[in-house]
């Protein structure tokens, strides 16, 4: 039997817990497992010979490479995994017949972590202590608990879900909002994206957790905002392109909302110039809140191995990308 | 039937939530109970009127007041409520003859959710990301998930066991540490505080929610700090006295502790030279953080109503202070 060919882009441009290369392949328990003796692995990357591996590649694990003309560089390809969960900007260059598939779930444990500590944080003004600590300046306020308050998610995937599910450990009320409505396992409720109108003045907090479409394009816009009580804060970990973040600096910057967290960006890093770096009460972590770093590769490689498996026996593919719909 | 007299120390200097005055008490269920019909109230606080009743009064339900010579003020006094559960302040003006109950409890919810709060805070680099933003710094760093990291906590009480309970929520594994090492409920483990030296290189968070008293005064000191692996966050949110401020400066400064919370200070408010202020990844809540304002009055004369009935009726109170450990 011959064996498959699988063409690995390393991701070589990036921190050290996401290069997907020899050494960090050697330390999984990928390197032992038997499967191993029914593929053959090139990589890319590095030298010209990538071009080579590419050409004949059944298979391709990917992170960020250039993809331009893939169609063309991989003709043989039937199947690409790649490491990242938001693959919008791959979909163009993948052949109709070519399956993707990404490591949605992999961030679900830290997006729920943060999403939850920075609700935590906002409705214990916590925003406000670390200004009033700049100015040297007690200046206590008393909360209320979040319990009993509502937490509204836009997007009802495996992160939204991670969030909702702490949500109500803390007594709060989950509210997700999706394009079909359906209820999903840890909310309270679930409703379709055109109701998000009605929804907001009901948040305390709402947290955006949504893939790339041009349906979730600006979604939360300035209208959206106005919509939110004062007293309520915003999260985004989903895409930047969902929010208009000048508008959320201006509802800041006017007391109209009580604080925001951001961990994405439309353009990232964000440049010094931009007017988020000194927005009250915005707390901004550096596109990297969702990413177990120590953990990043042995997560991908878990997802990638199960998938090779079922490819190998012809089962159905997790983490399946509707190229359509983009994600 | 005589009616029974209870005299009301009102806590007038504070803040408008923690107010227990004739508004405060009309506006609560208390005000309605048909319990009202059997006690006589005086208020004290305002003018001289105060004297006299605290001198027939059975039953006294206090806030912040001068309690001077209270046992010659107060010669016909059974029983004191506080408002408060730190009670350290009062208890010398106690007659031994006197039952003296605290708030116990009422703090439990928001003292979980703010150290849970700076638990996910710390873990992911939030503080870093603060001090960042501040220089407008882009400075991504991916740390791994809270589950299966250990949070130790010093004290077993209430607050200790709401902390507990939110971190196993989150995958961690929760030790406590109190006098006797009696396995409290919420906790994977508890130990004796001689155990202490020993846990602490075993932490990744030290949460402190204990009570003064000479026992704990400095139990976490240089020489405990120190045991603390270099990632460890630390949080106090029980009395100031057990922590030597100082030396978690220090520990800070020289990125030897990853980030803390505090929200209590030996002085308070704490003054503007005070090096705490500006300590590289500190966060100051002033002192506010447990505090449930808009529910406090409710949450503390819900406790004073269940024990004036327990009181009538000769049960044993709720919340009872035990005057020679002092909490």
Redesign the interface.
Known sequence: MDKIRVHIEPNSGS?R?FKIDKAALEQDRFATDPILERIDISFGGVNDQGAEGLSYAEILLCGRFDASNLPERAPKLKWIQSIFAGVESLIPQVAENVILTNTSGIHA??AG??A??AI??I????PQ??Q???R?E??????????DKTVLILGTGKLARAIAR?AR??GMRAVGVSTTGQLQPGFDECHPSGALDELLPCADFLVMALPETPATKNIVGRRQLDRLPRHAGLINIGRASALDVRALSDKLAADELAGAYLDVFEQD??P?TSEL?TTPRL???????L??????IKLSLGIFLENLKRYMSGSTLQNVVDLKRGY
């Open positions: 921190n817990f444990n830290k972590e943060y939850m500590g935590l944080s409705n214990g003004s916590v202590f670390i009033a600590q700049h040297l007690w200046l206590p306020i008393y909360t209320s608990s979040v319990a702490h450990h803390f890093p964000l010094t770096w707390v901004i972590s550096p596109h990297c809140a990413d177990d770093g120590p953990n990043y």
